[in-house]
Nanobody
Framework: QVQLVESGGGTVQAGGSLRLSCAAS????????MAWFRQAPGKERDFVAS???????DYADSVKGRFTISKDNAKNTLYLQMTNLKLEDTAVYFC???????????????WGQGTQVTVSS
């Protein structure tokens, strides 16, 4: 079992930046394929980005070129650097690991509790 704890959310103006962190325990992130999802009120949980254990990233089209997913193996932490934030990026962001299906599908064995990101105009 992997425990995941997100942090770094907050309120930022449109065009601003935030960096989310996902601290993992119970398993080294160096061997994990991990992902970020987000869920806005009344909407489904959507794929944001994934990072395979071998370092290959994948991004949703809506965030490509603005968000960067990365890992720090020494800190056992996954990151999501978000730049040029837009109003539509407002959501609760979740990290996840151990996909039970396609990486872009929100069916994972382990989830964090989520961190709120609010982008204001």
């Amino acid at each position: 079992q992997v425990q995941l704890v997100e942090s770094g959310g907050g309120t930022v103006q449109a065009g601003g930046s935030l960096r989310l962190s996902c601290a993992a325990s119970g398993h080294p992130v160096s061997t994990l394929t991990m992902a970020w999802f987000r869920q806005a009120p009344g909407k489904e949980r959507d794929f944001v980005a994934s990072l395979r254990w071998n370092g290959n990233p994948d991004y949703a089209d809506s965030v490509k070129g603005r968000f960067t997913i990365s890992k720090d193996n020494a800190k056992n932490t996954l990151y999501l650097q978000m730049t040029n934030l837009k109003l539509e990026d407002t959501a609760v962001y979740f990290c996840a690991t151990t996909a039970l299906g396609a990486l872009r599908s929100p069916v994972y064995a382990n989830w964090g509790q989520g961190t709120q990101v609010t982008v204001s105009s």
